[in-house]
């Protein structure tokens, strides 16, 4: 069901374009060596904004990664630099969507667009993963919270 999903998405949906515009800030924001982070992780969002369906951003730590020292303090430029203006922009997709209420499709592709607006907030220290597997590192990470609490 997510292939098709996905499929609908990319060709009516707005997939494409969302893929060639997080890429494009990819491209752009490679252009400087300060830039680079952002640029990666504007790619990796590319390919979760062309195929979003059955796929969620999970934080890296969930995953097992080890957080890179900054990482918070390099959101907060992105939020100023790009991720506002991507938010805005999947905002006003999505309420397109919304008002197309006449027809089944748009309105789950005006839910993509708002998953894909909260991502434009904090990109940086994320990966898209599967929902099993989503779901499995959040438990995961619930576990071992509890586990540290019980040993206080």
């Keep these: 069901m997510a292939f098709f999903g996905n499929l609908l998405w990319f060709v009516f949906g707005g997939g494409f374009f969302a893929w060639v515009?997080?890429?494009?800030?990819?491209?752009?924001?490679?252009?400087?060596?300060?830039?680079?982070?952002?640029g990666m992780a504007a790619f990796r969002i590319a390919g979760f904004a062309a195929f979003p369906f059955g796929r969620e951003l999970v934080d890296a730590q969930l995953l097992?990664?080890?957080?890179?020292?900054?990482?918070?303090?390099?959101?907060?430029?992105?939020?100023?630099?790009?991720?506002?203006?991507?938010a805005i922009a999947h905002v006003l997709a999505a309420i397109s969507c919304f008002l197309a209420f006449i027809l089944v499709f748009p309105v789950f592709f005006g839910f993509a667009?708002?998953?894909?607006?909260?991502?434009c907030f904090a990109p940086l220290g994320k990966r898209p993963v599967s929902r099993e597997v989503a779901e499995e590192a959040r438990m995961r990470g619930a576990r071992a919270e509890i586990n540290q609490r019980l040993r206080k």
């Design 21 to 38: 515009t997080w890429m494009f800030l990819g491209l752009l924001l490679c252009c400087t060596v300060v830039g680079i982070p952002f």
């Design 64 to 86: 097992g990664e080890k957080r890179i020292c900054g990482t918070g303090l390099a959101n907060v430029l992105w939020i100023i630099l790009a991720g506002l203006w991507l």
């Design 113 to 119: 667009h708002v998953k894909l607006a909260g991502v």
